[in-house]
């Protein structure tokens, strides 16, 4: 008899090869046709909701993988949180304004075309992309309402923008007034401070003269000091045309000393920093003492002003500051003080204006060495070098910066004690991971007014109006509603207005447009509202400084209160050389690139495995361990789905075996973790957790000890439905444990059970619900016995390594194990479970001795318990190859052992055709 035909060998279409760039894409079509988001919706509506706003990317090229990494976590939280039973749709979004896009599409065009065509194509750019990046997003597995995402360019959306900036405007918070700003003279555009990138920069450094004026008081010249000089120290010579004044700290020591280059004033403790020779202190003074001095201009014909400043510090320069106030947020403050001048003579290019005298028509970083060139012509330049220092370059265009005074609108942060409330908002909400709380706090309590304007094309412009006669502005309540209304296509009611500066009747739009960080921070207003606030805000490292902490200024000046409960925070992905990956560098590797050659779900295992709170260095290498660990975890589904072909229903929890019984125990265990660890965002926690269970707990034990009892017990018998039970049960709880991680791996595995007849009624794992633990299947004693077996176990296995490389058995079956302990509980257990050791260690024949006689040379004692391998008495049985003294015995089965003769003879086994 062909005895191999009576094995009960698993049986499964799903393939050990994965294919998943070939499989993926058909499950993607088969989750849009059967409309799988819009049946998980459904089948949670009406319960609480879990509301994850997302933050909107560029659209501006296609993704990246760091924009993979932001999707893909968003997906895994909306993906665990729907199947536990939230109702939590996903709303994606793209921000499609601003210089990301206007940048391109200029550099497209190639030419100065009109604001219209800019704008025309900057909608047809983000038109484009829009639809490229939703079906990458689509491509990793992420779920969403991608048919209806929200656009910052929809004029829905533009509508909600104008009637928050109309709150803030009606609460006092919008101003408009010339202070520097950071402005790039390449973009001819200000910049926020989130759109600066510092890079080592070399300037000039000058130590410079400002001669004090002879009829200067408190400062009379006197015998004792002749042409004394206040001496100040600079990086940026091109600033000293907009100077104004110079700063002292009021209660610091300044020395007048005499040099041959004349007496020079400096602060005592930054004597050293003056290069020259024969120094003598002719007298020293307090810096109180010496402010209202007039200074004389070393560079135009104007009067500099000595006053005192707190900021003045001790670790370089002079002690003496220049001030200049249109070109320094400090120099601004403390001149608003003195009510100084705000002087700054530079275009929107950069170039000096005819205010910067015979500097005129220069660009400002060539005209430095004009101007050194000149103070060294007046003799006012004491010492010059080079300095390499952090300085702030566009984002965009990577040119320096220059701090510039221009008209702008700003958003008052202390108004209405904005800021603070801010602060006291930040220490109620949760911040993922905890240090990121601090980081926040940090960028509010230090950040300046918001400026708003920005001088560009593309985006929402700002709703001012401007008298034609005088260029008085206009803005108020009625100005932004009319504007709200031309976005609906709508004719406003236009107030017969006059200016109230001129009288004049006609006027002019402003043609500034929003901050595009205003846009997208209005999200909230215009998008979230639907569970307000939002459960979870997600984005990356860079956003404190941008999406988080303006979404939460605008929703504190609106609503006084954070637009989210929550706000978790993920780190950059880097190169190999450790450099965050960006389009602009040219570093990014696209994930579509990783998915045609390993799928999806290789890249989100990724994902998961990795603590994403820090940054991420990745390279392609970095996928090969993963790609192991995912070929184990599929082999585990292949070996549960293959052996429950035939599986029917549950058997009773009380007809189980206690290894089954401990297994469902462990398996609860399981389910607790993984579920505290979604609930912490910890995904990492959840495959490392998810990946030893399949290989620790089930591959390298319980499957590998299971065989002998699925494929040669009788099929309908106790052992083997016990066993089916356990198998069915941890098939479907790592199913749909791991599915926010792996979507279409999990998606295969129920398929491949509706194939087998089991869940017919259920099109998709995402319309069932994450397992709980179940209390009844809770044993804490057999697992503290089987702790014990294990352990055992583990020393039998060394034991039989030690003798198969000795040669004295092959196949563990061959092994007889002989167990001696003088330990009373563990020699109890062993003989508490005598009839399943044989199993736990797949030998043949276990015996346990009470005592251990002389003769027993080969027993060897290892940590737990004492060993004696033997080769197997009796004869291998030819269909479940156990070795037994009762084979031959059996005149109808000769070559079968008492339990294969069992099963043939009650034919419980699946009969085969020849």
Avoid at 30 to 53: C, D, F, N, P, V
């Amino acid at each position: 008899m062909d005895y191999k035909s009576t094995i009960n060998l698993p049986k499964t279409s799903f393939s050990m090869k994965a294919n998943l760039p070939q499989k993926e894409p058909e499950t993607l079509k088969y989750w849009e046709e059967m409309k799988i988001y819009e049946s998980m919706q459904e089948i949670r509506k009406g319960k609480k909701q879990y509301i994850l706003h997302d933050g909107p990317p560029y659209a501006n090229g296609n993704t990246h993988i760091g924009t993979a990494l932001n999707k893909v976590l968003k997906d895994i939280i909306v993906k665990y949180m729907t199947m536990s039973g939230y109702d939590s749709p996903y709303i994606p979004g793209w921000d499609c304004h601003g210089m990301p896009i206007e940048h391109n599409v200029v550099q497209e065009m190639g030419k100065e075309v009109g604001r219209n065509k800019i704008r025309e194509n900057c909608i047809k750019y983000a038109e484009k992309y829009v639809p490229i990046q939703r079906d990458e997003f689509k491509r990793l597995g992420v779920f969403g309402d991608w048919e209806r995402p929200y656009l910052t360019m929809n004029p829905e959306y533009e509508i909600n923008v104008l009637k928050t900036f109309k709150t803030l405007v009606e609460k006092g918070y919008i101003y408009r007034a010339k202070r520097p700003i950071h402005w790039c003279p390449g973009c001819k555009t200000a910049l926020a401070e989130a759109e600066l990138e510092y890079k080592d920069h070399l300037s000039p450094s000058i130590y410079v003269k400002f001669p004090v004026k002879r009829d200067s008081s408190p400062m009379a010249q006197n015998d004792t000091c002749p042409d004394a000089s206040f001496l100040i120290w600079t990086t940026t010579p091109w600033t000293l045309p907009a100077n104004v004044a110079v700063a002292l700290h009021p209660d610091y020591d300044y020395s007048f000393i005499k040099t041959e280059q004349g007496i020079l004033i400096v602060a005592d403790e930054l004597m050293e920093k003056i290069h020259t020779k024969n120094r003598e202190i002719m007298k020293r003074v307090k810096g109180k003492e010496l402010e209202g001095a007039k200074l004389v201009h070393p560079l135009v014909d104007r009067i500099s002003t000595v006053i005192l400043a707190d900021f003045v510090k001790k670790d370089e320069g002079t002690g003496c500051v220049h001030i200049a106030p249109g070109h320094g947020e400090e120099d601004y403050q403390i001149g608003l003080k003195y009510n100084l001048p705000i002087i700054s003579p530079v275009d929107d290019g950069g170039v000096f204006t005819e205010e910067a005298g015979i500097f005129k028509g220069k660009q400002v970083f060539e005209a430095n060495d004009e101007i050194i060139e000149v103070l060294e012509e007046k003799g006012l330049l004491v010492d010059k070098d080079e300095i390499t220092h952090s300085y702030p370059h566009c984002w965009r265009c990577d040119s320096p910066l220059i701090f510039r005074a221009t008209p702008q609108w700003f958003l008052n942060v202390n108004h209405k004690d904005l800021k603070n409330r801010m602060l006291e908002e930040i220490e109620r909400v949760k911040w993922i991971p905890s240090w990121s709380k601090e980081r926040i706090y940090n960028t509010v309590k230090e950040r300046p007014d918001w400026c708003l304007s920005r001088q560009r094309v593309w985006g929402i412009p700002i709703p001012v109006l401007y008298c034609k006669n005088c260029e008085e502005p206009v803005l108020n309540s009625a100005v932004v509603e009319e504007a709200i209304l031309e976005t609906e296509n709508r004719k406003p009611k236009t107030e017969n207005r006059k200016c109230k500066k001129c009288g004049g009747e006609e006027f002019i739009k402003e043609k500034d447009i929003f901050d595009v960080w205003f846009d997208s921070s209005s999200s909230y207003n215009a998008v979230a509202r639907v569970n307000f606030p939002a459960d979870l805000y997600l984005e990356g490292v860079d956003h404190h400084r941008v999406w988080f902490q303006h979404s939460l200024l605008l929703s504190m000046a609106t609503d006084n209160r954070s637009p989210f409960k929550a706000c978790l925070t993920h780190g950059l992905v880097l190169d190999e050389k450790m450099h965050k990956m960006s389009k602009k560098l040219g570093n990014i590797v696209s994930p579509m690139e990783i998915t045609d050659k390993f799928g999806a779900d290789i890249l989100r295992l990724y994902f998961s495995s990795v603590d994403y709170t820090r940054d991420i260095p990745f390279n392609f290498e970095s996928l090969e361990s993963i790609k192991i660990a995912y070929r184990k975890i599929r082999n585990t589904f292949k070996f549960l789905l293959g052996n429950i072909y035939d599986y029917k229903e549950p058997i009773p929890y009380n007809n189980l075996l206690e290894i089954d019984k401990l297994m469902l125990h462990k398996l609860q265990k399981l389910i607790k973790e993984i579920r505290d660890a979604y609930k912490k965002f910890e995904f990492y926690k959840v495959y490392h957790l998810f990946y030893n269970y399949c290989i620790i707990d089930l591959s390298k034990f319980y499957l590998d000890i299971l065989k002998d009892r699925l494929y040669t017990y009788g099929k309908e018998s106790n052992e083997r439905r016990s066993a089916q039970t356990v198998l069915y049960e941890t098939l479907s709880s790592l199913a749909r444990l791991i599915a926010p991680v792996l979507p279409f791996t999990a998606e295969e595995v129920w398929k491949e059970e509706e194939t087998m007849g089991m869940r017919m009624d259920r099109k998709s794992i995402f319309v069932e619900d994450i397992p709980e633990v179940n209390e009844n299947y809770i044993d804490e004693d057999i697992e503290e016995r089987w702790q014990i077996l294990k352990k055992v176990r583990d020393d039998v296995l060394c034991a039989i390594e030690d003798k198969r490389e000795q040669g004295v058995v092959g196949n563990s079956l061959e092994a007889k194990v002989i167990l001696w302990t003088e330990d009373k509980e563990l020699r109890e257990v062993l003989g508490n479970h005598r009839d399943e050791l044989s199993s736990l260690f797949i030998v043949s024949q276990v015996e346990i001795r009470k005592e251990v006689s002389p003769q027993d040379e080969g027993m060897i004692s290892y940590k737990n318990v004492s060993t004696k391998i033997e080769r197997a008495k009796g004869k291998k049985c030819e269909r479940c190859w156990i070795y037994s003294e009762e084979v031959g015995k059996d005149k109808d089965y000769p070559t079968l052992c008492p339990k294969c003769i069992f099963v043939l003879k009650g034919g419980d086994y699946e009969q085969k055709e020849a």
